[in-house]
């Protein structure tokens, strides 16, 4: 009777005080991993939005371009497709429509700013681990047949 109260308590409470701070060491070294993969989804849906939304503005303007419309009226539709990215959109024609058959090309390129702070952190993992934009900035280009 005696091992069998014996062996009861050596299961019991004496391997619950062993266990005791085992979560908490499992906690802090899941919970680095976790934030970095958090804070690398959010920026990098940020920067894939950038991207999809500066695509939607070098289209605009390449269409604008082909159409025969003028600067001002291809900057009005650029900066209206691109107006959710902040702060601003910086663009440049990189040709005019020439005779019929030629291609209007539109260059649009934003400045992106991470905001969590992934792009310190990757440093831990060597360079070139994660792509990032190139001088923070991300760029996109609309190519449109000009009707003329």
């Known amino acids: 009777m005696t091992t069998l109260r014996h ?8 391997a619950h005080r062993r266990d005791r701070g085992a979560a908490a060491v499992e906690m802090a070294l899941i919970l680095p991993v976790l934030l970095f993969v958090l804070m690398g989804l959010i920026d990098f849906g940020r920067a894939y939005n950038t991207q ?69 952190l990757s440093h831990f993992f060597g360079p070139g681990t994660f792509p990032t934009p190139s001088g923070d900035k991300i760029t996109s280009e609309g190519v449109m047949r000009c009707l003329g």
């Open 52 to 120: 999809i939304q500066l695509s939607q503005a070098a289209r605009e303007g390449a269409r604008f371009e082909a159409l025969g419309f003028d600067n001002g009226t291809v900057d009005t539709h650029v900066n209206a497709a691109a107006s959710s990215i902040s702060p601003t959109v910086d663009w440049a024609h990189s040709t005019t429509c020439p005779a019929a058959g030629g291609s209007a090309v539109i260059k649009v390129e934003a400045h992106f700013q991470w905001i969590t702070g992934i792009s310190a």
């Open 7 to 14: 062996s009861f308590r050596a299961g019991g409470r004496g």
